[in-house]
């Protein structure tokens, strides 16, 4: 079965994230006082096949562990879902 | 109220995507033949004053498309909800 994966690795609360600083000041000088704390990180998505949603959401965290965040600045969250294919 | 948004831009589909294809080509060479079509894009998370959700999905969406997303290369989804304070 085939699966798709949604990834977002994000900088960890404790630390700076001076792209989100960055923006947050872009908006306060076009006129969006009303935003604040923008933090950036990245959107992954990815398709996987696995024998079942387990095993596919297993082998997402392994690789998000091993490859894709790096624990010292950044934190991951993910969800898997089967992947819909239209027929017919 | 306060509220907060999770944004996604997105590389086009129709678009080249360089670095999801190196991570692709990085998760074969690391032994995830299995994992497919990864893309990499920006997901951005901020915090909105606004009277209702439907106002800060309105200024969300202005953002968006005036500062936080190139059309020419990006797409954009987000989600707007209420910001959980715990008081107490």
């Known amino acids: 079965m085939k699966f798709i994966s949604d990834i977002d690795v994000m900088p960890l609360k404790a630390l ?5 600083k960055a923006v947050t000041m872009t908006l306060h000088n076009n ?3 009303e935003i604040e704390n923008v933090r950036i990180g990245k959107h992954i998505t990815l ?7 387990d095993a596919a959401e ?3 965290r392994e690789i998000c562990i091993r490859l894709l965040h790096n624990p010292v ?3 991951y ?3 898997v879902s089967e992947l819909q294919t239209h027929t017919g």
Chains 1, 2 share one sequence.
């Open 73 to 75: 600045m950044e934190g």
């Open 47 to 53: 398709e996987i096949e696995a024998e079942s949603k």
């Open 58 to 60: 297993k082998k997402v």
């Open 77 to 79: 969250q993910f969800t």
């Open 31 to 33: 006129g969006y006082a």
């Open 16 to 20: 700076l994230d001076p792209q989100g």
